[in-house]
């Protein structure tokens, strides 16, 4: 079983940062990879950032120059470093892995989400 635990949410003014983390654990041989999207109010899920197994990252264009995702291979853990928030940022979260298992399955996993809401 792998599970993957999100945090670092919350309530955040205009211009501020936040850090979401995404611990994954269980039987995972090796991470392929990682993406968080992102559910904002009434509307559908969009992709807003993937690492690769081999470092390569990608971004929505919204939030090019002020979203960092990363990795910890030793922990098995992503984060995204999000800066100069907006209001228009405001969804839930949720951070998403693809994974070989330790029993040579490529699976995929999704975190319970964590809300982050930008307002002044």
């Known amino acids: 079983q792998v599970q993957l635990v999100e945090s670092g949410g919350g309530l955040v003014q205009p211009g501020g940062s936040l850090t979401l983390s995404c611990a994954a654990s269980g039987s995972i041989s090796s991470m392929v990879a990682m993406n968080w999207y992102r559910q904002p109010p009434g509307k559908q899920r969009e992709l807003v950032a993937t690492?690769?197994?081999?470092?390569?990252?990608t971004y929505l264009d919204s939030v090019k120059g002020r979203f960092t995702i990363s990795r910890d291979n030793v922990k098995n853990t992503m984060y995204l470093q999000m800066n100069s928030l907006k209001p228009e940022d405001t969804a839930v979260y949720y951070c998403?892995?693809?994974?070989?298992?330790?029993?040579?399955?490529?699976?995929?996993?999704w975190g319970q989400g964590t809300q982050v809401t930008v307002s002044s």
């Open positions: 998403r892995l693809r994974a070989w298992t330790t029993n040579f399955r490529l699976n995929e996993y």
């Open positions: 690492i690769t197994s081999g470092g390569t990252t």
